[in-house]
Nanobody
Framework: VQLVESGGGLVQAGGSLRLSCAAS????????MGWYRQAPGKQRELVAT????????NYADSVKGRFTISRDNAKNTMYLQMNSLKPEDTAVYYC?????????????????WGQGTQVTVSS
């Protein structure tokens, strides 16, 4: 599956953005998916996950209540609606298929990374 992220940009604090992740191939609908972000000088972190059918979602505490992950399997596309943005949300955002380790409960990326989309929030 190839993934292309889009929708990033420059926004003032308190503003909103909607990111999209377009997937090629026929396996998108069977994969759980996640949005990651990487800020300068920091490790890539997982911020939101969604099951293959879209029925269950999870969020990092830092974005809970502000971000909403969703997907449209008919369009092979996943979204991240980001509201009440803060300067600390500034990062490159990536999407990927994810695998949940049944023993540890941790999520791991399954595929290769796309180029990501830059989100910059000014104060």
């Amino acid at each position: 599956v190839q993934l292309v992220e889009s929708g990033g940009g420059l926004v003032q604090a308190g503003g909103s953005l909607r990111l999209s992740c377009a997937a090629s191939g026929s396996t998108f609908s069977i994969n759980a998916m996640g949005w990651y972000r990487q800020a300068p000088g920091k490790q890539r972190e997982l911020v939101a996950t969604i099951t293959s059918g879209g029925g269950s979602t999870n969020y990092a505490d830092s974005v809970k209540g502000r971000f909403t992950i969703s997907r449209d399997n008919a369009k092979n596309t996943m979204y991240l609606q980001m509201n009440s943005l803060k300067p600390e949300d500034t990062a490159v955002y990536y999407c990927n298929a994810i695998h949940r380790d049944s023993y540890s409960g941790s999520y791991y990326p399954r595929g290769s990374w796309g180029q990501g989309t830059q989100v910059t929030v000014s104060s």
